[in-house]
């Protein structure tokens, strides 16, 4: 008589399988013993086994499938990460469904983008009623409110940038969250005061000598800070570089990976102190616009505001034109 | 606290620093440019270091470093140094100690 391994697989169905075992088992133990105990109780442990391996067989192939399944998704998901980036890059917003799956940098960035754009819209609205009310000559009374108001208002844009760089320090960093032509200037994660003052000076006049006089020094001091602050981040940067590369080599023994723990722990030090510099180059810019407030008159700051308004708006209305520019 | 106020007495401009901080760098660049030649001190390569920190902590500089101290009085740490640079505090306060003349 044929013998016919178990192992034979010419059916998926457990049914016919097992049929086809107790047949197989029968045929190789000859004809049925009618009798014999331990005859059924070797058939009892052969079909066991049979039956064991099949089981581990058909889980080895759910496995496969299963992890086959996730490669794919994982694929999906990071397509579909691509594409976010993109949107949000040409400025689209994109809400977060509040997926528990999304990491907490990523929901750190979008819950600032959205409370920036939120804040935007406040302070252009604050700038339409000092536009109004220098255009209708308000009295100085009325002009402080407004422009103590304007000022008070940037304070609160910092303290959230303060805590969205604890969150998240590089999205502050990146300038991901300002249109691309303000990226272009983009310093320490925000504007140059030293620049913003550069452009103002043409359209404070008329400045006393004195005005005059403390206006330069402040351009000069914030450039002397802004300075100050590039070279840290430079050191910051070359501090880095020097500790990855000093656990480049050979890899293999244990001594090395706990020098590479070791030079990583350091290089995440190091990546900790970004968000001091942001810190203080926000510091810079509250204390810039503070002091050049308290140099001018209540009206000159008023000038000096919506000029700062008029001017970041044409570089908004410029990545405006620029995102929607023809293609080829 | 000793120790602090002795070095802070020796130099019209003295900075405390530690060797692996990039804002301590800032802060000295800063007082270069202005032309003081401040006397900076390394906590982690001093003998009392900890102890010195634990003093610079005391008197709320936060974080301890970098630690100014301008004609011996303590002026603050980076936030407070780039304030006063700002409002022309800082030179004047140099020029007063005689860190530097214009």
């Known amino acids: 008589m044929a013998d016919v391994s178990p192992r034979t697989d010419t059916s998926t169905d457990a049914d016919t399988e097992d049929k086809n075992l107790r047949f197989q088992i029968n045929q190789s133990q000859g004809i049925v013993a009618s009798d014999g105990s331990d005859k059924y109780r070797d058939q009892k442990t052969l079909r066991r086994l049979a039956q064991n391996r099949e089981a581990a067989r058909k889980s080895r192939l759910r496995k496969k499938a299963y992890v086959q399944q996730l490669e794919s998704s994982r694929m999906k998901l990071t397509q579909l990460e691509q594409e976010l980036q993109r949107a949000r890059q040409q400025g689209i917003f994109v809400s977060s469904s509040g997926d528990q799956s999304q990491s907490m940098g990523g929901n750190g960035a979008l819950a600032f983008d959205v409370e920036y754009a939120r804040w935007l819209e406040e302070h252009n609205r604050r700038i339409n009623e000092l536009r109004g009310a220098v255009n209708s000559h308000a009295g100085d009374g009325e002009l402080r409110i407004i422009v103590d108001g304007v000022l008070a208002h940037y304070d609160s844009i910092f303290r959230i940038k303060g805590d969205a760089a604890k969150a998240d320090v590089f999205h502050i960093l990146s300038g991901m969250w300002k249109t691309p032509a303000e990226r272009c200037f983009l310093w320490l994660g925000g504007f140059r005061s030293s620049e913003l003052l550069k452009l103002l000076i043409n359209h404070l006049e008329p400045l006393t000598e004195q005005q005059l006089s403390s206006i330069n020094n402040l351009q000069q001091s914030s450039q002397q800070a802004e300075d100050a602050l590039s070279q840290g981040m430079e050191a910051l940067q070359q501090s880095l570089a020097e500790t990855l590369a000093g656990s480049l080599g050979p890899s293999a023994s244990s001594g090395n990976v706990a020098n590479y723990m070791g030079q990583m722990a350091m290089a995440m030090g190091k990546l900790g102190t970004l968000e001091g510099f942001i810190r203080q180059a926000d510091n810079l810019r509250q204390q810039t616009l503070q002091h050049m407030h308290h140099i001018l008159t209540t009206r000159q700051s008023a000038r000096a505001l919506l000029a700062i308004n008029d001017y970041f708006s044409r570089l908004r209305a410029l990545s405006s034109l620029w995102l929607a520019r023809p293609r080829e | ?102």
């Open chain 2, 1 to 102: 606290m000793d120790r602090i106020r002795d070095l802070a007495s020796k130099k019209a401009a003295v900075i405390f620093t530690k060797s692996s901080c990039c804002m301590c760098y800032s802060i000295k660049q800063l007082f270069y440019e202005l032309g003081a030649s401040p006397a900076v001190h390394e906590l982690d390569k001093e003998a009392r270091g900890r102890e010195m920190e634990l003093a610079l902590i005391g008197l709320g500089c936060n974080p301890t470093v970098p630690a100014v101290f301008i004609g011996g009085v303590f002026v603050g740490s980076t936030t407070d140094v780039i304030s006063l640079h700002v409002d022309g505090s800082l030179k004047q306060m140099l020029i007063n100690a005689k860190a530097i003349w214009f």
